[in-house]
């Protein structure tokens, strides 16, 4: 089984190494023909603008819509609003989830900031909390269809969801020493033939 990483900017070296501890072969995602081969796909955070813009260039938003219809694929902070059919702005996505998704949505006060959520999905989710780290984070403003909110801030707002085998996180599992989420999406793909 082969995870690949959309490896156009942001911070996906950081995923590599998570699955790479988890003993998972790894492909980096840049051209369509990348995409053979592989049985799921996460896309990191980073700048959606910068990764939307290179994906067009590079002729990569059909190949990757065509992806998603048939396997598991993941977006972390930028990867989600990627993979939001719903922005709220114009920039080029993949617009797959059905979720509503408003960018920086946390203000310049609090760009960053570390919590500890309770993601009962999670393995261990109903007794252990899991620690997000939000940088300049979209939030979910709305979940349609068949997708489901899978983890809130204590406030209400929507921070993660699931879609089927699609996945968004506003924060970044891959910079914490917890790999559970990782591991979630890897079970995802795993259910797939
Ligand atoms: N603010 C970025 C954006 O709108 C996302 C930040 C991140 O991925 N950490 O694309």
């Given at each position: 089984m082969k995870i690949g990483l959309l490896a156009l900017q942001g911070d996906y070296r950081e995923h590599l190494q998570v699955l790479q501890t988890l003993g998972v072969e790894t492909a980096e995602v840049r051209l369509s023909k990348d995409l053979e081969g592989i049985a799921g796909l996460i896309i990191p955070g980073g700048e959606s603008t910068t990764i939307g813009k290179l994906a067009a260039r590079y002729h990569l938003i059909e190949p990757l819509r065509v992806f998603a219809?048939?396997?598991?694929?993941?977006?972390?902070?930028?990867?989600?609003?990627?993979?939001a059919k719903e922005i709220g702005g114009e920039q080029p996505i993949l617009g797959i989830m059905d979720i509503v998704v408003e960018r920086n949505a946390f203000g310049r006060q609090v760009d960053s900031f570390q919590i500890d959520l309770e993601v009962p999905i999670l393995p261990d989710g109903d007794s252990k909390t899991f620690p997000a780290v939000f940088i300049r984070a979209p939030r979910l403003v709305g979940v349609k269809g068949d997708a489901a909110l899978?983890?809130?801030?204590?406030?209400?707002?929507?921070?993660?969801?699931?879609?089927?085998?699609?996945?968004?996180?506003?924060f970044h599992p891959e910079l914490t020493k917890d790999?559970?989420?990782?591991?979630?999406?890897?079970?995802?793909?795993?259910q797939r033939p």
């Amino acid at each position: 089984m082969k995870i690949g990483l959309l490896a156009l900017q942001g911070d996906y070296r950081e995923h590599l190494q998570v699955l790479q501890t988890l003993g998972v072969e790894t492909a980096e995602v840049r051209l369509s023909k990348d995409l053979e081969g592989i049985a799921g796909l996460i896309i990191p955070g980073g700048e959606s603008t910068t990764i939307g813009k290179l994906a067009a260039r590079y002729h990569l938003i059909e190949p990757l819509r065509v992806f998603a219809r048939a396997k598991p694929v993941w977006g972390t902070c930028a990867g989600m609003i990627l993979l939001a059919k719903e922005i709220g702005g114009e920039q080029p996505i993949l617009g797959i989830m059905d979720i509503v998704v408003e960018r920086n949505a946390f203000g310049r006060q609090v760009d960053s900031f570390q919590i500890d959520l309770e993601v009962p999905i999670l393995p261990d989710g109903d007794s252990k909390t899991f620690p997000a780290v939000f940088i300049r984070a979209p939030r979910l403003v709305g979940v349609k269809g068949d997708a489901a909110l899978i983890a809130q801030l204590p406030d209400g707002t929507g921070v993660a969801a699931q879609e089927g085998k699609w996945l968004a996180t506003s924060f970044h599992p891959e910079l914490t020493k917890d790999n559970r989420f990782h591991r979630y999406f890897l079970s995802l793909v795993e259910q797939r033939p």
